[in-house]
């Protein structure tokens, strides 16, 4: 299948993220506005988007192996902690801040308008930072 | 930024979409699909590999606007915040938060609650309710 595959994955993951809304700032503040002007559209983006996933995926996982990889490779099932904890806390905080989420502003990136760029931008500094900072942690853990 | 109306048949569709493209790459590659994690795999790779199939999907999704916008024959309405200071903030946090969160809407949200796993349930709760209460105290408290 070489890349067809990654190419179609990646167009419906950017029109979904176009058609339903979640590349529009405006839209995103509005729905976590609800003592405000509430747009409740994204509850439904979320709430197709899981449907969809969780029916599909065990459907996928039926056939034992996927189609171009020899096993599923699936994200370690960790415990809940103050990292992942403080992290969505953090990372709420951004979303409300700027609208823009990492998924929702890949299309914007696209628009020509300056706006999804300078997000963009500070997000990648951001994730460098926090590799940065982690890197630093386990070293003092080595020599400490 | 104005109020947006409530958009329930763009929100389901564009909502399978995203879980189509989800459930295609569990399929065809037998991993999730988060925007965060994609980002990432891109910036920090661990071969070179990994880093290609990630900027297929990446790119795709990022075309995925101008497609729209010639097929549909109008652009998406995206209206971002006008501070720059706003988005640089936002995303430095958005960055810094999904690095130690593990994922963003894309990844927990869509794909990890489709695992029914708990660290995804935890993160989803905890980063919506800390984006309404960031915008209620932006609007509301402060009236921006």
């Known amino acids: 299948m070489h890349r067809f595959d990654l ?4 167009l419906l993951f950017g029109l979904g993220l176009t058609v339903s809304g979640m590349v529009n700032p405006a839209k995103v503040l509005n729905f976590f506005d609800v003592f405000g002007h509430w747009d409740p559209s994204l509850a439904l983006v979320m709430a197709a988007a899981l449907l969809v996933t969780a029916v599909g995926y065990r459907i996928a ?3 034992g192996r996927p189609v171009c990889a020899a096993a599923f490779d699936l994200p370690p099932r960790r415990a809940v902690d103050a990292r992942l904890v403080s992290g969505a806390a953090v990372f709420g905080v951004g979303w409300g801040l700027a609208g823009f989420c990492p998924g929702g502003v890949l299309p914007a990136l696209a628009s020509g308008q300056s706006a999804p760029w300078v997000f963009f931008t500070a997000l990648v500094t951001g994730m460098c930072i926090a590799r940065a900072v982690d890197r630093l942690r386990s070293e003092d853990k080595r020599h400490g | 930024m104005g109020e947006t109306s409530f958009t329930p048949g763009a929100a389901l569709l564009g909502g ?3 879980g ?5 790459l569990m399929f065809t590659r037998g ?4 925007a965060s994690g994609l980002v990432a795999g891109v910036l920090f790779p661990a071969t070179r590999a990994e880093a290609a199939w990630r900027a297929v999907l990446l790119l795709a999704a990022v075309l995925a606007l101008p497609l729209w916008t010639w097929v549909s024959g109008t652009a998406p309405p995206i209206e971002a915040p006008q501070s720059p200071g ?3 903030l936002g995303g430095l946090l958005v960055g810094l938060g999904v690095s130690w969160g593990g994922g963003c809407p894309s990844g927990h949200g869509v794909c990890g609650l489709a695992r029914a796993a708990l660290r995804s349930l935890v993160a989803v709760a905890v980063f919506l309710s800390s984006a309404v209460l960031t915008v209620t105290v932006t609007r ?5």
């Open chain 2, 140 to 144: 509301h408290v402060f009236g921006g």
């Open chain 2, 86 to 88: 706003r988005l640089v």
């Open chain 2, 31 to 34: 991993r999730v699909l988060g």
């Open chain 2, 16 to 18: 399978a979409a995203i």
């Open chain 1, 7 to 10: 190419l179609l994955a990646g």
């Open chain 1, 61 to 63: 996982w039926r056939r």
């Open chain 2, 20 to 24: 189509a493209a989800a459930v295609l």
